[in-house]
């Protein structure tokens, strides 16, 4: 047995790897789960809620909210751009900037080439707070310049809007928002519309999406699927809710809920002009299946939302607060999609192809075929695995099952306050496994004392496999045995620690030829 550490790659070598992105196009890869490029970070701030479009010059524009925190007073509106298909972008602009809130931003652009972009506004300085409504703003120079914003009228008390303005072959310009009606605690889902280009979005133009189920409706986003064909997806507490409409929006079907637990979704017109045209639907999952928080998951669906392929993890970070994909399509026919992730404030962005949703298999297995790695979250939440734990205290991120939720940073870990007894975390695994190697973080930044343990039937625990004396782990320990150990069990045992005790992360390996 050896431990072992690792080694965080410079950020030299980082620079260097994004200064080459530029010598050939990105390939598409969505198979690792994470980003292909850095979009944006956040520096002081941070980033939250992109969106991406590709010009008639072929010029991308990401807009973005830029932000202190995922609600402030001093939030604003950015935008990057990248003249290289998505390979490299522009330091950030503001392009909205009240003395309120302003957030959640959308560009499109129409037939004429005027960008439109929108966003809505929020008070926090009253009590309760109050949204001010959806403002809209054009530029006429590609991006370079903006005009004051425009109010966004409507019958509800207040107006939020969290997609993109979607021009219809008429002219006619459509926008999905949602809000609250004077003296209501329901939010509905009403779809403006402008005949003059955007300059002005009449209160008598807006379309109610029905709602017969006194459901809580947010951030819908529609798509134009040609000959009057239009659809829309609805967020809700739980399992996300598609409605039609077949005369250009004028009327639209009783919305149906999906099986999909999704975030801000994205629809992607895979051959925009073609009534048959299959749709990237890219959505946050909060279902737990992929990965902990909410990870970015994409499936092509026909027109009538019927899927077409698999459903493929294309980024997890690990973190409750991401996600909110939009994607363009590339000359080339490569997908661009962009994302957030707050925990490590940046936008992201990944290329994929139409094949890489296609051609995929869904694993076999419980583990990863290139590491070995246990999916040990997704055994925790499909029942093969159990948490038996004194480190109980929950707050924010903190969790018992912080170790497995793959977030190796200090607030996503399992804790208890501090008693001089120690602590414990064990696991119970669905069966037995041959185990090769164990990664863990204990505390970060200040040290601890702890024993760690494998058993094949969490009786007899024998010696600690490894012991850790006051040490201080900021990155992944690896404890690598000769010969593989058969577990069904494993266990950390906290002897000290310099204030509250914390387990950050735990991971499992076993032989890639594991079952076979």
């Known amino acids: 047995m050896e431990i072992k550490k690792t080694v965080r790659t410079a950020s030299v070598l980082l620079f260097l790897g994004l200064l080459l992105t530029t010598l050939q196009p990105a390939m598409a890869d969505i198979a690792s789960g994470q980003s292909d490029v850095i979009v944006a970070s956040g520096g002081a701030r941070n980033t939250y809620f992109p969106d991406v479009e590709k010009l008639q010059n072929g010029d991308l524009l990401v807009v973005y909210y830029d932000s202190p925190a995922h609600t402030s007073q001093s939030g604003r509106i950015a935008m990057v751009r990248s003249t290289n298909d998505g390979s ?6 503001t392009v909205a900037d009240s003395v309120y809130d302003d957030r959640d931003p959308s560009v499109m652009q129409t037939s004429d080439g005027t960008l439109l972009l929108t966003y809505f506004s929020t008070d926090w300085s009253q009590s309760p707070s109050k949204i001010l409504g959806t403002y809209s703003v054009r530029s006429n ?26 021009q219809l072959a008429n002219g006619d310009l459509l926008l999905p928002r949602y809000g609250k009606m004077p003296g209501h605690w329901q939010s509905k889902i009403m ?19 029905p709602n017969p189920y006194g459901t809580n409706w947010v951030e819908p986003v529609l798509a134009d699927l040609g000959n009057g064909h239009l659809m829309v997806l609805i967020r809700t507490a739980t399992f996300a809710h598609e409605t039609h409409s077949y005369d250009s929006g004028l009327t639209w079907t009783t919305p149906l809920p999906t099986d999909m637990v999704a975030h801000a979704s994205s629809l992607l017109v895979l051959d925009p002009g073609n009534p048959n045209s299959n749709i990237l639907h890219t959505w946050g999952d909060y279902s737990g299946e992929y990965a902990f928080g909410r990870p970015v998951v ?8 019927t899927p077409v392929s698999e459903r493929v993890k294309m980024y997890a970070g690990h973190c409750g607060d991401e996600s909110y994909p939009s994607g363009v399509r590339l000359d080339d026919g490569r997908i661009f999609t962009v994302y957030y992730d707050s925990c490590a404030k940046r936008i992201g962005g990944t290329f994929s192809t139409i094949s890489d949703y296609m051609d995929y298999e869904a694993p076999t297995t419980i583990w990863d075929s290139e590491t070995g790695k246990l ?31 793959g977030n190796p940073t200090y607030n996503y870990s399992a804790a208890k306050v501090q008693t001089g007894e120690g602590a414990y975390w064990s696991i119970e695994l669905d069966q037995l496994y041959p185990i090769t190697k164990i990664g863990i973080i204990l ?21 600690p496999v490894a012991a850790f004396n006051y040490v201080i782990m900021n990155s992944m320990q690896y404890i690598v045995f000769d010969n593989p150990v058969q577990a069904r069990y494993a266990k950390v045992e906290i002897l000290e620690s ?11 390996f076993v032989p890639l030829d594991t079952g076979t």
Request: charge should be negative; charged fraction near 15%.
């Open 88 to 93: 490299t972008w522009s330091a950030p602009t």
């Open 141 to 166: 120079d590609g991006g370079l310049t903006w005009s004051s914003p425009v109010l966004v009228e409507t019958k509800l008390d207040y107006a939020a809007v969290t997609s993109k303005i979607v």
């Open 191 to 209: 779809v403006a519309r402008s005949t003059d280009g955007g300059i002005s979005w009449p209160q008598a133009n807006e379309v109610e999406i």
């Open 298 to 305: 994409g499936q092509i669906i026909q027109a009538d939302g």
């Open 375 to 405: 999916d040990l979250w997704k055994l925790y939440k499909s029942g093969g695995l159990h948490i038996s734990t004194d480190m109980n205290y929950i707050h924010g991120n903190f969790n018992p099952y912080g170790p497995i939720d």
């Open 443 to 463: 505390k970060q930044s200040l040290p601890e004392t702890a024993n760690v343990y494998l058993s094949a039937d969490g009786v007899n625990w024998g010696t």
């Open 498 to 508: 310099n204030g509250t005790d914390i387990l950050s992360e735990f991971s499992l």
